[in-house]
């Protein structure tokens, strides 16, 4: 005979009160009071013991080779467990209640399946002249005339062996619905035949139906297949969408790790898509051989999505790793990770109309880059862009580069190591590190305040960088370009600060119209020239390296230029404070300043080709320095040319000039004489170890002193001490002479 087996039910299912739960199958119901038929080869069948817990799959076995009228099938019931104290009987012969089919009698023979599974097959007769009753049990069982339905969803079924034994799996006919889970687990099925009257492929329908390799649909009338319906089905090799259904929920696909194809049913590529505009999330997620197309008119081998589906969910197409063209056609909403890890992901064909490109969109796990080409087209119309979107990302669009329109905003990270072929234009928002770490051949033009955290971090950029407006100007925000190497100039409209361009390396100029402070530029390095508008101050370009001119139209602060190597002349328009230039270098030219003050240790440890030079390179013009003095420690062990001379004050000026201690101390020690040329009436007020610490001798000459004039009121005015109880501090100078303007030696000084 031919055998084959109908699925009419599975699952462990019990009500609260031990009674199996069928779930919604219909049948016609046992007539009350038929009593069962008993033989010495079957034993009864109990249906209704509360001890019977874990009844597995209802089958029928038919033998489509009997034609005869009288012909009845054997309903199979598959169980993983059986009480040994159980006994087997008709379940309804005491309460009259209804079972299976009318005038129908039950026998039931167990048989030893596998190790741990016991088969109680069961033999049924009856006239059923109604083919659409044939494979079904009833929708409800009765205890006590009360209906008794609807419980959890079947989970499994075994599907089956024929007449001697052996396992042969089947092709599954269903009714005209199923229900959440009706057939989850079945590992046996490997086809299906869905019913022209199906309107609705339930959520987890076919959920782990390992097995399943195919299943045919009728286009014209599936309505909707919902959530998880066809997951894990990992032996399906297409997966077939209907002409007018419409995919509800999650992960109705996913895991369909061979299946090679979507069929769209019925359509032409270029129809569009009735009653569906969303591909759901996770729908694709996991299969991993999906790489073509199929329609009416012909395959193609890419994803082609087709119109009237305009968005895309997350995740849908998750680790689809033999994806390697995509044309996303209308499609303008693309959720986070829809394309995440899709690794032989190469071309993009109409992105254009993409709104919205969530976060890790195209990306891949790990650090693997990889191309993909989009076409000529470089974003511009693009609204958001999430985190992460085109990491390590070689985007090949002909070098349009990349356009951030105004109203759009960029995620944290979105570019991160990727690669842009073109210049990359910012006038909307971008954020945390959003081109950290790419290559960009092209020039950067940001039109706004760029006060974000690294959002060029360690990237290559192979042309100019311009910002209208500041750059890390808020204690908030730092690093923007920090590590980037620039082969251009660098042009900042706006201020510069928290560490926005350290470490960098810039083959041009760098120009700032306002201040550079906070670690602005604190280790880099340029081939070229720096000018700032304003101020250099907060360790600005400590431990820079510059090897063209540096001009500064302001002040320079606290350890501005603090261990910088500089080539070039240095200007500075303005004051030159603490540690503004300690430990610099300068090596062919020399430093310029108009301000009147110098800070404590200002240029201390310094090593610089000359400050301040007159015609004469050995002479260092201080006149400008107001009663705001020198700071202490200011040339300590600074060694600044050749300078031998210092020129104090104007001719007109009376200041007294405060200079605090240690300021020359040591200054210039490979010279043997020092002269201070003090011009009007200026008088210097000194400290402790001002011009002390090497054996030089320390000239003092007075331009306006007239010979006669009492030397003790002369030097009491033009060369006031701390302590105006002496006329000299007895520590300022190791050795000193004091001359008139034509360099006689003033006589009769009291001692000190």
Same mark, same amino acid.
Request: hydrophobic share 30%.
């Given at each position: 005979?031919? #055998?084959? #087996? ?82 087997? #009987? ?40 109604? @083919? ?137 590529? =270029? ?63 693309? =959720? ?23 976060? #890790? ?237 110098? =800070? ?57 000039? @405060? ?94």
């Amino acid at each position: 005979m031919a #055998y084959k #087996y109908k699925v009419a039910y599975c699952g462990g299912l019990m009500g609260s009160n031990g009674y199996i739960q069928p779930n919604k199958m219909n049948i016609p119901n046992i007539t009350s009071g038929d009593s069962a038929t008993t033989t010495t080869e079957w034993d009864d069948f109990n249906l209704y013991g509360k001890n019977e817990t874990d009844a597995d799959a209802f089958v029928f076995e038919i033998d489509d080779s009997d034609t005869s009228a009288n012909y009845r099938p054997k309903l199979h019931v598959f169980k993983s467990k059986c009480s040994p104290t159980m006994k087997c #009987y008709y379940s309804y012969q005491n309460n009259g209640g209804r079972l299976i089919s009318d005038k129908t009698h039950v026998w039931a023979k167990k048989v030893q399946y596998g190790n741990d599974k016991e088969i109680f097959v069961m033999t049924q007769y009856d006239d059923w002249n109604d @083919p659409n009753n044939k494979y079904r049990l009833a929708d409800n069982y009765y205890s006590n005339d009360s209906p008794y339905s609807g419980f959890a969803s079947p989970v499994s079924i075994e599907y089956l062996f024929t007449n001697n034994g052996t396992t042969e799996p089947q092709s599954l006919d269903i009714p005209d619905s199923t229900n959440v889970g009706m057939f989850s687990g079945c590992t046996g099925i490997t086809k299906c035949e869905l019913p022209c009257q199906m309107r609705n492929i339930s959520t987890a329908t076919f959920s782990g139906c390992t097995s399943l390799m195919s299943y045919s649909e009728t286009p014209d009338f599936v309505d909707t297949i919902n959530a998880s319906a066809f997951t894990n089905c990992s032996s399906m090799t297409n997966i077939v969408i209907g002409k007018y259904a419409s995919l509800s929920g999650m992960s109705i696909f996913t895991n369909c790790s061979n299946a090679t194809s979507i069929e769209w049913s019925g359509l032409n590529s =270029g129809d569009t898509k009735e009653r569906m505009t969303e591909i759901p999330a996770n729908c694709f997620n996991g299969c991993s051989n999906l790489s073509t197309t199929k329609f009416k008119n012909g395959d193609v081998n890419e994803i082609f999505i087709p119109n009237g589906i305009t968005t895309i969910g997350g995740s849908a197409f998750t680790d689809c790793t033999e994806i390697k063209d995509l044309d996303l056609n209308g499609v303008t909403t693309i =959720g986070a990770n829809a394309f995440l890890n899709c690794t032989k992901l190469s071309g993009i064909t109409n992105l254009s109309n993409a709104v919205t490109i969530g976060g #890790y969109a195209f990306t891949d796990y790990g650090w693997n880059p990889k191309s993909i080409n989009i076409g000529s087209y470089n974003l511009v119309d693009v609204q958001n862009i999430g985190e992460y979107a085109f990491k390590l990302i070689n985007i090949i669009n002909g070098s349009q580069g990349v356009f951030i329109n105004a109203t759009c905003e960029v995620g944290n990270y979105a570019f991160l190591g990727s690669n842009i072929n073109g210049d990359v234009d910012v006038k909307g928002i971008i954020n945390e590190g959003t081109f950290s770490q790419s290559n960009i051949n092209g020039d950067v033009n940001v039109h706004h305040n760029l006060n974000v955290n690294s959002a060029f971090y360690s990237s290559t950029i192979d042309g100019n960088v311009s910002v209208s407006g500041d750059v890390n100007n808020n204690s908030n925000y730092d690093y923007a370009f920090n590590r980037a190497s620039i082969s251009g100039n660098v042009t900042i409209s706006g201020n510069v600060g928290y560490h926005a361009f350290e470490d960098a390396k810039i083959g041009g100029n760098i120009n700032v119209y306002s201040r550079a402070s906070s670690s602005a530029f604190t280790s880099a390095s340029t081939s070229g020239s720096v000018t700032i508008g304003d101020d250099v101050a907060d360790s600005a370009f400590e431990s820079s390296r510059i090897s063209g001119d540096v001009i500064v139209n302001g002040s320079v602060g606290s350890y501005g230029f603090t261990l910088a190597q500089i080539s070039g002349s240095v200007t500075i328009n303005g004051d030159v404070s603490n540690y503004a230039f300690s430990s610099a270098n300068t090596t062919t030219g020399s430093v310029v300043f108009s301000g009147n003050t110098i =800070g404590w240790g200002a240029f201390t440890y310094c090593d610089i080709n000359g400050l301040n030079n007159t015609s004469d390179s050995t002479t260092m013009d201080l006149s400008n320095i107001s009663n705001y003095g020198i700071g202490q420690d200011a040339f300590h062990t600074a060694n600044i040319g050749q300078i031998d001379k210092i020129i104090f004050g104007k001719d007109n000026s009376e200041l007294t000039i @405060p200079i605090g201690s240690r300021a020359f101390y040591n200054f210039n020690r490979n010279i043997t004489s020092l002269t201070l040329e003090i011009n009007g009436k200026t008088k210097l007020q000194v400290e402790d170890d001002t011009f002390s610490g090497t054996s030089k001798t320390i000239t003092v000459k007075f331009n306006q002193y007239t010979d006669g004039q009492p030397i003790e009121d002369w030097m009491r005015y033009y060369f006031g001490v701390g302590d105006n109880s002496k006329w000299c501090n007895v520590r300022a100078f190791n050795v000193v002479t004091f001359v008139d303007k034509n360099g006689t030696q003033i006589q009769n000084v009291p001692s000190c």
